[in-house]
């Protein structure tokens, strides 16, 4: 379950465990196999074949019949490569380097993460975006009538291609036009939606199960980022 992008609150709420419990489990997994997280994890899972990634939510929703898969071995060398890229940083430098290196595993034209102003907000303000092999300007949007919308009552949503025609009122980040874009939902220890992690390209994206599962992997660590630098702000200063 962790290989498939699910959250510990995910698997306790699936195994009908309490959160604690899971983490226990997690925790002496890793100590196990010599692994400190669960993109360490995750991609063992995969690498051995353990995660059934074609089960993920929304896999037999391909816009593209013909949309082809990135092997098991490929999607090990993605996290491996992300995991290598946002080692040892947290806070600022964390969000700013899983952009970079999701677009850069993935291929893809633009990577942004972002947090709803309030749980109430249709407001998303960006706090890292990679666009065009450098970092852009963060940005502000109302997310009703995009993908982003969809992604946000869906927890992940997809579209391989033409999404600008689905979608023909989004804001534009840029002047680039989006063709393909995937987004999964960043969601609090208690599962609801904080924010959005989504990735879009200017042209069809061929995303097979793994890509949308590395996906919701680092979705996961974003909202453990996120809920860390809440918790700090929210403490009383030493």
Known sequence: MIGQG??????????HRGYATIKSHRL???RKLGVTNRVELARIAIQTGLSPLENLPGSGDMKTADASLVSNVDAEKALLSIEKGIAHK????????????????????????????????????SIAVWLDNSPAENFEFDFKGTPCEKVIRERLYFC???????????????????????????????????????????????LGFESQA??????????MEMEVLRSEKSSPAA
């Open 160 to 206: 391989t291609t033409e999404v600008s025609k689905s979608f023909p009122n989004s804001p534009r980040i840029t002047n680039f036009r989006p063709d393909a874009y995937v987004g999964a939902a960043v969601l609090s220890r208690p599962g609801q939606p904080i924010g959005i992690l989504a990735v879009i390209n200017d042209s069809p994206m061929e």
């Open 28 to 30: 002496m997994l890793g």
């Open 90 to 125: 947290s806070g600022a430098a964390y969000f700013a380097a899983l952009v970079e290196h999701l677009a850069k595993a993935l291929h893809v034209k633009c990577v942004f993460l972002g947090r709803l102003l309030d749980p109430h907000s249709t407001i998303i303000r």
């Open 6 to 15: 699910m959250s510990l609150m995910d698997i306790a709420d699936r195994l």
């Open 214 to 223: 590395i996906l919701r992997i680092f979705a996961g660590h974003a909202a």
